[in-house]
Nanobody
Framework: QVQLVESGGGFVEPGGSLRLSCAVS????????VAWFRQNPGNEREFVAAMRWNGAATRLADSVKGRFTISRDNARNTVSLQMNSLKSEDTAVYYCSARYGWSVAYYSPSSYPNWGRGTQVTVSS
């Protein structure tokens, strides 16, 4: 069983930066995938970023390319989402998710059986 715990959310002004972390516990393999999604009330959960556990592949949503980076800290078994140049439209609850298997529909929230509880990110002046 995989457990995920997010941290690092908060309040930031437009143009600022935040770093989210997802602590991963349980058995992971090279084909393990970790992803970040975000959601606002009344909206569907939206894909933000994903990476293969072995670091061989990463994916970013078009809306965050050039601003967000996903990476893994091997020593701490965490996956981080570095968010720069934040905009008000980035405001949401951010969720970490994980699954076994990388290549198919990494952007689809329904394909991830494991989820953290989420962390709020608010971008406002």
């Amino acid at each position: 069983q995989v457990q995920l715990v997010e941290s690092g959310g908060g309040f930031v002004e437009p143009g600022g930066s935040l770093r989210l972390s997802c602590a991963v516990s349980g058995r992971a393999s090279s084909d393990f995938a970790v992803a970040w999604f975000r959601q606002n009330p009344g909206n569907e959960r939206e894909f933000v970023a994903a990476m293969r556990w072995n670091g061989a592949a990463t994916r970013l949503a078009d809306s965050v390319k050039g601003r967000f980076t996903i990476s893994r800290d091997n020593a701490r078994n965490t996956v981080s989402l570095q968010m720069n140049s934040l905009k008000s439209e980035d405001t949401a609850v951010y969720y970490c998710s994980a699954r076994y298997g990388w290549s198919v529909a990494y952007y689809s929230p329904s394909s991830y059986p494991n989820w953290g509880r989420g962390t709020q990110v608010t971008v406002s002046s």
